[in-house]
């Protein structure tokens, strides 16, 4: 596939489980961004992965948030004891490099449904 | 990085030219002044960038206050299909972190 990939593409699951929402980046991308969405919000930046560098983890809302690079090129964003509050769609994006002029590519989307 | 500033909404009409304006008075001499847009229920896609100079592609033009401290997307023709939320942002060059600080954006409403 061209594109950034991210599964599941919807998750419904009970308040208090953990889950994992996967992203696929475009190939030779070293650069991984993930973000989220609330319904009727803007994108919330949640954390960043660039090469072997320490990620930039400014943006998690909680100690409940983690996520992981495999390999450099697989993520995997954790959601442990999932709240009401973390309903949203999450967003995953790649990028060649950083860099003012280098375009950021934007999966579709993994949206999450905490009941 | 520096703060943008847009019209919450704007309404066009299809096939009319539609320019979304953006404020950017604390830009630096270094940033980048980027479009991205998000269609309904996708993530947000890239529109175009610009430094100084207006920049024009195959889906809109930038056009760049000589001040730097505004600027407009121009979408030539309006479609259903360009109904989006628009964001303008501004990413400093040789900053090392490549997160993107979204706004709320324009949202445009093309009507037929």
């Known amino acids: 596939g061209a594109g950034v990939s991210q599964s599941p593409s919807n998750k419904v699951t009970e308040k208090g489980k953990d889950v994992e929402l996967r992203c696929d980046p475009i190939s030779g991308h070293t650069a991984l961004y993930w973000y989220r969405q609330s319904l009727g919000q803007g994108l919330e930046f949640l954390i960043y992965?660039?090469?072997?560098?320490?990620?930039?983890k400014s943006g998690l809302p909680s100690d409940r948030f983690s996520a992981e690079r495999t390999g450099g090129s697989v993520s995997t964003l954790t959601i442990q004891r999932t709240q009401q509050e973390d309903s949203a769609v999450y967003l995953c994006?790649?990028?060649?490099?950083?860099?003012?002029?280098?375009?950021?590519?934007f999966g579709e989307g993994s949206w999450l449904t905490v009941v | 990085d520096a703060k943008t500033t847009q019209p919450n909404s704007m309404e066009s009409n299809e096939e009319e030219p539609v320019h979304l304006p953006c404020n950017h008075s604390?830009?630096?001499?270094?940033?980048?002044i980027h479009w991205y847009r998000q269609l309904p229920s996708q993530g947000p896609e890239y529109v175009i960038h610009g430094l100084t100079s207006n920049v024009n592609n195959r889906m809109a033009s930038l056009a760049i206050a000589e001040d730097r401290k505004s600027s407009t997307l121009i979408l030539h023709r309006a479609t259903l299909r360009d109904a989006a939320v628009y964001y303008c942002i501004l990413r400093r060059d040789g900053s090392n972190t490549g997160k993107l600080i979204f706004g709320q954006g324009t949202t445009l409403q093309v009507k037929p």
């Open positions: 604390t830009i630096s001499g270094t940033d980048y």
């Open positions: 992965f660039q090469g072997n560098s320490a990620p930039d």
């Open positions: 994006a790649s990028s060649l490099i950083t860099g003012s002029g280098n375009t950021i590519y």
